[in-house]
């Protein structure tokens, strides 16, 4: 986190990463379903329906030293909405996230002296583009568009796409970002252990492309766990000096007990934290199945060992 003199809000983000690593958080969806969240149960409408866990989902991620705050907007895209028919609702979830993640942020940032982010989670729709599928790209175009606008003028201060496989589909989103905002843009890919996307993309493709198409940052998440997108972020990193993110799933889940089980412990996060770290990744956190604990792993990891050193 920052401490002492405050940027400019354009290019902050990109500017502090050029002397330091910064802690992203870890899974919301995880977090939700430990508070209740149901099976098929939209998780963006507990902005509005439980907004007291969602804010303090973002606050014990702050207190376990994360320095980006993700809003509870992964699938608050126009068309993602469209399937649990909460379309209608599309402004207002996304008002209400940015707003709970601000007031975290905020508060917490006034208490201990030092300054922390809001990024705009972005997913994809779930729907496959034309002509394989019957997704116009307008109409992916549209409830991104829609989407960005609203996490725009309520505050955010970067956006995170997150969790894309198909190229096409994260270039319309990062698109509708570039054109609808001003606002710092990662774009992240999901690679499995063949260390391509389920469309066949592989890291340098992905770096490659992004970046061309205008990306600020580019980085792999979800999927497979730390020990494959280690391997991903070596590939990225050998192409690029550019600015990468990571946030690897805890582990590969499998079932017991009918439970959903991570196996990564929050120890073994830290250790490929480390690793990440060495590779010059500028943004590191987790996704799917890490907690509260495994971000403050992380977080202590990366702090007391690269806390003071510049990145080059």
Partial sequence: ??????????????????????????????????????????????NITHPEVVRKIHSDYLEA????????????????LMKCNEQHQLKEINEQAVKL????????????????????????????????????????????QDQIKVMASAGVDMIVLETFYNLDEIKIALKA??????????ASMTFD???????????????????????????????????WLYQVLTRMRIITDAPLLVEPNAGIPYLEDNKVIYPASPQKMAEYAEKFAQLRVNIIGGCCGTTPEHIKAIAQKIKKTFQEEVLP
């Fill in 193 to 227: 252990e063949s260390l391509k996307t389920i469309y066949g993309i592989s890291p340098e493709k992905a770096v490659e492309e992004l970046f061309e198409e205008g990306a600020d940052g580019v980085g792999a998440n979800c999927g497979s766990g730390p020990e």
């Fill in 101 to 144: 993640a601000r007031e975290a942020v905020d508060s917490y940032c006034k208490e201990n002296s030092v300054e922390a982010f809001v990024a705009g989670s972005v997913g994809p729709t779930g729907e496959i583009l034309e002509p394989c599928g019957t997704l116009k790209n307008e109409e992916a175009y549209q409830g991104y």
């Fill in 177 to 186: 970002v570039k054109e609808n905002s001003d606002l710092t843009v990662f």
């Fill in 1 to 46: 986190m920052l401490n002492g003199e405050k940027i400019s809000s354009e290019g902050k983000i990109l500017r502090l990463l050029e002397q330091k690593i910064l802690v992203i958080d870890g899974a919301m969806g995880t977090m939700l379903q430990e508070n209740g969240l149901k099976s098929g149960e939209c998780p963006e409408t507990w």
């Fill in 65 to 80: 030293g994360a320095d980006i705050i993700l809003t509870n907007t992964f699938g608050a895209n126009g068309n993602k």
